[in-house]
């Protein structure tokens, strides 16, 4: 079975704090996804990575920043965490190209 | 970038009645999928389905990419089914990387 493993499922951060979000998976993936769901939005997608070293921005990648220096961790990092970033945030990985795509089990945080 | 609609936006059954649920989208697409969103907020693979169909106990799914649209079944619908259900398509073309567009979901609920 695919496993996609985020570090921590609910998580409560100060305002102005680096926040630092973990995601692992054990499927030697090449593609790597960070989204973020809110009430009345859906999930949009923050940042991606196709490869090691690799990354791209999606739809709302401001506030954000991403690392990927093992092809089996990609690390979503907000520089100074604000309270528009209270959300759930979803990791998800895949095979190159346009193949089927597994989820981890979500991080819910608040910043406060 | 593509345009993913489902429909209905809301869904209240009883338990063992059928439901159809409908995804739109506005371009070929080389990957769509249909997840449910458990109570805890992870995403839980039900179909990849960027074309035919498949069956999978009592939840079946076609796609007929040439018309944009894709049908999740449930039949003998149960209180288990109950969450949110949703369609995410990724764009035909090589530099998409799988990246998915969600929609807005459906949200049923079975009664007992």
């Known amino acids: 079975d695919v496993k996609v493993t985020q570090s921590s499922r609910y998580l409560v951060k100060r305002t102005g704090e680096k926040v630092f979000l973990e995601c692992v998976q054990d499927m030697d993936h090449e593609n790597m996804f960070w989204y973020r769901q809110d009430p009345g939005l859906g999930l949009r997608l923050i940042y991606f990575s196709y490869d090691v070293k690799m990354k791209e921005k999606g739809d709302i990648p401001e506030g954000y920043s991403v690392s990927r220096e093992k092809k089996e961790r990609f690390s979503l990092i907000l520089e100074s965490a604000s309270t528009n970033q209270t959300s759930m945030y979803l990791c998800?990985?895949?095979?190159?190209?346009?193949?089927?795509?597994?989820f981890g089990q979500g991080t819910r945080l608040t910043v406060v | 970038g593509i345009q993913v609609e489902q429909s209905p936006p809301d869904l209240i059954l009883q338990e063992g009645a059928n439901s159809t649920l409908r995804c739109n989208f506005s371009?070929?697409?080389?990957?769509l999928q249909w997840f449910h969103q458990n109570p805890w907020g992870q995403l839980i693979n039900l179909f990849y389905i960027p074309s035919g169909t498949k069956q999978n106990g009592r939840l079946s799914a076609t796609t007929v990419a040439t018309e944009r649209y894709s049908l999740l079944y449930i039949s003998s619908s149960q209180t288990t089914d109950s969450g949110v259900y949703f369609c995410?398509?990724?764009?035909?073309?090589?530099?998409?990387?799988?990246?998915?567009?969600f929609g807005q979901g459906t949200i049923l609920t079975v009664h007992p």
């Open positions: 998800a990985s895949s095979f190159f190209g346009n193949t089927e795509a597994f």
């Open positions: 995410a398509a990724s764009n035909a073309g090589g530099t998409s990387y799988g990246k998915l567009t």
């Open positions: 371009d070929s697409v080389n990957n």
